[in-house]
């Protein structure tokens, strides 16, 4: 799963990755949790680009009072995501590139649970984190809600837990947020070709204070030791 991720990387380079002409209300943080307002990027039309905070917990545009109930989910897995009653439609119309600088994940050891910080080491020095969010057709996205897609670990990460967000190449995000869905799209064919792989990222441990979530320092994302870079 992902449940918790930062994001610091400056304004400006947003912007200029992005081609944007503003970045209004962003503010770093190093300890993102649920529930949160998440910097989302989305296609208003094919390289028409938008940025816009959602609220990181799904609801489905179909909800209403009588279905309040329904859970909000953070994750979607990429296993089911097209079948699924609560992503099916937005896995086909609504897709989104959810912005970290990194994300958390804890490795369960002998004494407890050990946090890592998971981040690129390639240029840009963000994740783009694969996403699907609900706006009703007449609301601006801003009013919208996303989830973060999550699939099976990659080997050099899957022994700190067996799930890792969905991760997007920075040279295939338009394909990840334009892509036409057909009855014959495969969306893990899709998700396998816009994807950045392996090698492009690294994982430390680094402090539990990171566990509580009001906790957001800069000391959430340095790593406990210098030797411990993997």
Known sequence: MCGRFALFNSAQIIKTWFHLPELNGYQPSYNI??????LTIVARAEKN???CFMHWGFIPTWANATTQKLPRPINARIETVQTNGLFKHAIKKSRCLILATGYYEWQQQTDGKQPYFIRSQSTPDFLLLAGIYAARPDEDPSMGTCAIL???????LSDIHARMPVIIHPNQFTDWLCAPFTPDTKGIELIHHCQMPAENLTAYPVTSAVNTPRFNQPECVEPLLDDSMR
């Open 150 to 156: 999550t699939q099976p670990a990659y080997t050099n």
């Open 49 to 51: 680009l938008q940025s």
């Open 33 to 38: 949790a649920p529930s949160s307002q998440v």
